[in-house]
């Protein structure tokens, strides 16, 4: 069984900055996909970044603005964002999936294990 227990987030004014972080235990592996997904009011779940066979991915909207980054050692996922805009408000979520083997992951249906949600709020 795993577990994903997240901290972080909160509110920020425009062009501000957080981190999330994301704490990981349980039976992964270092080719467990792991991965953010960001989900607003009304909006469907989509992800921000992730971790699998393909390296590491960002939607477009987070390209230079965030970092995804995972700790093997301390079994710990992080999302690191900067210049934070409106639209980046939305709770966000860690997901870790089920695999032992390279695969990828581009789908929430991959991930078999979430976090309970982060709120990450931006003011303008």
């Known amino acids: 069984q795993v577990q994903a227990v997240q901290s972080g987030g909160g509110s920020v004014e425009v062009g501000g900055s957080l981190r999330l972080s994301c704490a990981v235990s349980?039976?992964?592996?270092?080719?467990?996909?792991m991965a953010w997904f960001r989900q607003s009011p009304g909006k469907e779940r989509e992800v921000v970044a992730r971790?699998?066979?393909?390296?590491?991915t960002y939607a477009d909207f987070a390209k230079y603005r965030f970092t995804i980054s995972r700790d093997n050692e301390k079994n710990i996922l992080a999302l690191e964002m900067n210049d934070l805009r409106p639209a980046d408000t939305a709770m966000y979520y860690c997901?870790?999936?089920?695999?032992?083997?390279?695969?990828?992951?581009?789908?929430?249906?991959?991930?078999?294990?979430w976090g309970q949600g982060s709120q990450v709020t931006v003011s303008s």
């Open positions: 997901a870790v999936g089920t695999n032992t083997g390279w695969i990828e992951c581009r789908t929430a249906a991959r991930y078999g294990y």
């Open positions: 349980g039976s992964t592996t270092v080719r467990t996909c």
């Open positions: 971790l699998d066979r393909d390296g590491t």
